[in-house]
């Protein structure tokens, strides 16, 4: 585990993470047996553009997240769900005072698509003031390709402040950890 947390030091973003298994065990297909995945932690500030309601409930169920390209509009780039059912209804009555159009002036979320088997998903819009700190996997086409982590709200931070650069990952030489 050393060694393979090691060589994604050395990596930057280049690999989103390592499979480092066992020497004294046969690969297992379809088992995590003997293996375990070394990922490099990843975080970004961002702001909080927009809400879902959960499925059935009146209670907030997952937060839109947004990040302002250099142009200032403030695009979606994902959501993140793990927020604490107790915290729920404090949380919803604190976002439904904050509900104003646009929320996204970029890229905005909602529409058809292969996941919501083609239903429109209804967001609620928020004024751009509120900025949480998330862990993420991975971009892909500047959008979290996962669901993120929600690791702490951040009222230290100037929503003007969290922009897609923080999503730049650094590349590197794979063929120089063989050696």
């Known amino acids: 585990m050393a060694q393979a947390k090691k060589w994604l030091a050395q990596t930057g973003a280049t690999l989103d993470g390592i499979i480092a298994k ?7 297909s379809g088992e995590r047996d003997g293996m375990q995945k070394i990922k490099n932690f990843r975080s970004a500030d961002c702001i909080v553009g927009g809400f879902r309601y959960g499925a059935k409930t009146k209670f907030v169920g997952s937060l839109l997240l947004g990040l302002y390209d250099e142009d200032g509009l403030l695009h979606h780039i994902g959501f993140t769900s793990g927020i604490a ?11 439904e005072k904050l509900i104003a159009p646009p929320g996204f002036t970029g890229k905005a979320p909602g ?7 083609g239903k429109e998903n209804t967001w609620q819009p928020l ?15 500047g959008r979290f390709r996962h669901g993120t982590k929600l690791l702490r709200w951040r009222p230290d931070k100037v929503p003007r402040q969290c922009t897609m650069d923080q999503l730049a990952q650094k590349q590197s030489d794979l063929l120089r950890l063989l050696k």
């Open 127 to 141: 004024k751009s003031e509120l900025v949480v700190e998330v862990c993420y996997d991975h971009v892909t086409g």
């Open 111 to 117: 529409g058809p698509s292969r996941w919501n088997g």
């Open 22 to 28: 066992r020497l004294d065990l046969d690969y297992r």
């Open 85 to 95: 059912i107790a915290d729920r209804p404090a949380l919803t009555k604190k976002l």
